[in-house]
């Protein structure tokens, strides 16, 4: 056969430009996560961004060093994130002097950010000067202190293209500045970007204290020389919402084609040192027995062995060891003993093709195994030995193509996972008793002091004032009473507030503990702090955890406006809650309920577990909720297919999503008031066939909901006053290019806009008759209306201490019409589940079920004070083993898994069929224990603290259930242990009986 060697030039184009950049590591852009980043001025939305680039440090310094004056002259943090029709930017800059006067084609003069991106480096890789595909690109603050200038996005490369759709927004800081911009690539002619698309950047903050002299200094991500040079620019991969991809691979051809007669073998040989030494080494290769036509597969026809070791199916990285037909059959593709299944076909594309045959997760004939651990120094083999079975000379025969050995970076080690333990096992029991740890010492108007575990920490109160100072006790604005209350495993503080004047007082309100050098830890919302400084603002977690010596203490706000209002910081060793927006009324009253959390150890899970059992949120998870999107799966599937859908994830509340009501003639998805206009028949049918297929109920529905969103542009006007304004008076949308067709409403009871959501939540329940409601974003919409007021929330500046806005945090001006709609539904005893912690105690207090969504894993963590589960991740998940993988990574922060990607099916039953319901007794790093079961990916010696019966599944590292790994019951003390010996990337369900 004629090859094309069009791909191998490829691949040395991108092995040319990774050896360019071989000690630059893969800086990777995080995907910007729903819901999108608001370009407002304000950083808060960026808190759980990762992945930041921190410029302050000598090496930074790249054009004129001589003249820095240290970090406080010029320094910064550049954070970027993506969206596949754009960049996000966003800059905290340190700058003594902030100076833009310029605008135009000359800020670059003085203070800005400049990028520089090359979307093609792999094009011309010989060409240093930037030409097509590269950009470069400022983004300016404008004039803070005069506004001369406004702020600016200026595109310098390619020249000649105005920044048509960009947007900036800027804010004074105490200590510089900060800008974000968002950055669409149609503005530059650039196409849009994918997950794991390769590209190269930099990134500089420029500086200049005088309008006499331009440009004076600049730092950069690179610490080498300045100079304009596409060999300058570092390597950068489109993220997950972790910031995580793989980077270009590298492909060394090794041959075209090997046809091979039955028994028969071909070796061929290679080089480890042909790969980069930072990449993972795979061989990859298409294989078929060969047939003039699709004639369905061959079990165990091909066997490979990589210097004489065979890769089982552990190994094998394409796609899942058991393959789904499109027919809804299950084919094994690699066998225990590392034999191969191959299509019977005259190429590698017509099985795919098949209507039976064809594949759901991976492509027919296309093998790649991870090879890790089984090269030598030097040259090794790979063998490729016919053993198909016998039929007759003409039928024996199979071909091997396109056999390449290839480099990827940040691939998984497979072959270095660990084995099941032998010896002693951890034990892993819920703590039944809960004795109080800790001495009140001193519990005043502005300062709790107590001792836990030997350690003695102190905790200072402070309150700020209209006169621009900070107290700590009543001043002539207000009055503040304070009241103590010692619980057993926490002190509960009621901070009141009292109105003196007949005007609006702002009274931030900051406890404070200053740990200096004793602090050896610090959780920001559940995130643990690697540095010296951090800010958060989660509402959805809202705590602080830190430790000192062989102790620790948490911090909590209760009420709910301290929970939506509260930041969570970390300054130099001294941790603080806050509350940065309150506001009190003429004559009102407020009183700020918050709690400290002692705790006897360094553990930050016993942190959670304590805070869980305070915040009486161990109620019952009743669903394993399972999205189902588009039309086709109501007419199109099998009734076998259908049900094995729903049985193999487990699922007992199966979602339909808006996408049944068809689309905008822009491509955007029908909501709100347009969904209701819209034909619902996919959704009764939907129903319908749930109803013919599970007659015994165990299968619950539900329909898709949001109260924030719309797309009708007709509300512009009969909606007027429940629009969500920005403090410029624009109407907020959704996020920027795609996304700016969905605009956001405020629903508040006895509002127009807040009729019209009731009435959508009645369509579904009663015009379509599902069983309940799933709400997606629950809790608040992105931004705060500066048209509403809610009584509690304003801009105050840090300075003067003085309100600068009023303004409405949608959590709160929402929260009383929210509770009126989740009580109707409750009371009804519908099914409900939400996306988002309630991030108030008055919803938290009715106690439903929610998730997160896991395009970033992290988001786990905003679950730890709720609901436990995590949304299966609709960026990463292809085939049921990512799914499997985003499993065991939401059990390492403790969290169980609702299903995402409809298109994703388990084989058979999985874990999935285990997990509910489930009643929260304690959650840990690696397993999670209820009443009634305990879910693990860790070894160990499980039980309830009692001699409580229990029956054992495991499940291996394709997510397939296994004997090979039997759990044993072991009794000692008269209590009952699940002895649980698993390797890694396995996973055990223990379920009390």
Known sequence: MTRSILPAIIALLVATIAGAHAEMPLYGVPFDIDPPIQIDGDLADWDSVPNPIVMDAAENVTYRKRAWGGPSDLS???????????????????????????????????????????????TEPERELPGEGQYQLAVSPGSLDTGDAPPEVRVYRPEGIEAEGALVASRRTATGYVVEAWLPFAMLGAPTVAMNDYATFEVAISDSDSPEEPQELMVTRSTQPWEISRARLEPLVFGDGNGVGEGPSVSVPLTAEIVLQRGEAATLTFDRAQLPADQEPFVFFRARRNSDRVGGYSTRALQIAVNGQVP??????????????????????????????LPWAADYTSTDEHPAYGLVETHAGEYEFYIGGLLVDGESTVEFRNVCYEIEPDKDILTIADVELRG????????????????????????????????LIRGDEATVEFTVGGEDFELSSYFSAPDGRWHQASTEHYAHSREVIEHDEWIEVRDTFRNLSDENVPVMHQHVAALGDRATGVWLAGAKIPGAS??????????????????????????DVFRVHSRQELEDGTVRLADRSLYLRPGSEYTAEWAIVPV????????????????????????????????????????????????????????KSLYGAGRLPGGGVKRGTLWMESDLQPYVDFQRRIDELFPDDSAKTAIYFHCFLDVDERNEQRLADDRLLTADGTHLTYGEGRSAYMKYYVPTVGSAFGADMERWIDMILDDVGVDGIYWDEFAYARGSAYNMDDGFTADIDPTTMQITRLKADTTLMSRDWRLQQVERIQDAGQPFIVNGMPRTRSLAQRKFQAFTET???GNCRNTLLYSPVALGDHLSERTFG???????????????????????????????????PFTPIELHEGYVIGEERIITNRSGLFGWADDSGFAAYVYDRNGAPTEEYPVQRIERDGRAFAEVRIPEGYAAAIVRE
């Open 882 to 916: 990512d799914a499997w993988g985003v499993m065991l990574r939401a059990l390492d922060f403790g969290c169980l898994y609702n299903w995402y990607v409809s298109k994703v099916v388990p084989p058979e039953p999985t874990l999935t069929s285990h997990m509910f």
């Open 534 to 559: 951090a800010k958060r603002n989660r509402g959805d977690n809202p705590s602080v955890f830190a430790t000192a010596g062989d102790a620790g203490f948490g911090l909590v706000p209760l009420d």
């Open 855 to 857: 395009g970033s894993i």
């Open 76 to 122: 910064g943090t550049v954070r970027l994130a993506w969206r596949a029709d754009g960049l996000l930017l966003a800059a905290e800059v340190v700058d003594q002097t902030v100076l833009q006067p310029h605008s135009g084609a000359d800020l670059w003069r003085a203070d800005h950010i400049m990028l520089w991106l090359d979307l093609t480096p792999t």
């Open 408 to 439: 990827r970076p940040n691939a998984p080690g497979l072959g270095l996972l660990r084995p099941a333990p032998t010896g002693e096992l951890a034990v892993y029991e819920p703590q039944t008793q809960f004795p109080k740890h800790y001495e």
């Open 312 to 341: 089982e199916g552990d190994r094998l990285s394409s796609g899942p060891v058991v393959a789904q037909m499109k027919d809804g059959r299950m084919q094994t593709w690699v066998t225990p003993d590392g034999r191969l299944t």
């Open 600 to 655: 006897p150890n360094t553990d930050f899970y016993d942190f959670v577990n304590r805070a869980r059992r305070m915040l009486d949120v161990n109620f019952t998870l009743p669903w394993m909720f399972a999205f189902h999107f588009y039309i086709e799966p109501v007419y199109d599937w099998s009734d076998d297919y259908f049900r094995s859908w729903v049985v193999n994830k487990g699922a007992n509340l199966v979602v």
